[in-house]
């Protein structure tokens, strides 16, 4: 029997742990020949996680309430490299679960809400964000701006860590001021001390660099 049915969903790849791999995602959206695609969809395999049916056979099911529409995805039966985003109404114990597992967040719809192709606020993401302070190592250039991002370090033990890039968060004149001091650490290391700043993102990669970070503030 076919079918024939328009879905909302993303592609994934899951690590090890069962844990979603963004990088091996990013590593598989910039292969283009045909035997790195075959390459790649065999150390970097995906799934087509579903999240909401649009239409069934010609119908159109957008101005449904959501649980119609999850209901019909579920008699799908789909299964393998396509299948259904797990649900459910317990919002704390999926919060505790996201931040044990150490997932990016979560994404909460009402039940009667229709599908309207952009977020609103029956359909709100909820990340988990967290804090912390990183020094600066060095102050880059993107291709709009002279100055547009700075590498960020940890210490670890006697050693400096790479934490990635940070090109958000901050007004024109704070990330000028940021360019300043680190260049006065630069000039001279013995009587200034090391640029620290405030830095919120959503979790790590696999490597330790941090996820979608964003400048908070100067320590």
Known sequence: MNIRAVLDGELCHFGPDGRPLYTAMSYRNSTRTASGIQRAATSAPTSYIVFDLLALDGVDLRKRPLTKR??????????????????????????????????????????????????????????????ASVIVGDVLPTERRAIGKVQTHALDGSQMVSLGEVGTGWTHRELQDLARRVRRYADDPTANDPVVIDVAFSGRFPDGKLKFAAFKGIR
């Not at 579920?74 to 505790?96: I, K, M, R, Y």
């Open 70 to 131: 999850l209901a019909a995805l579920e008699a799908l039966g789909l299964s393998g490299t396509v299948q259904c985003c797990p649900t459910t109404e317990d919002g704390p114990s999926l919060w505790e679960q996201t931040e044990r597992l150490g997932l990016e967040g979560v994404v909460a719809k009402l039940k009667t809400s229709h599908y309207s192709g952009q977020r609103t606020a029956a359909w709100i993401k909820i990340k988990k964000i967290s804090v």
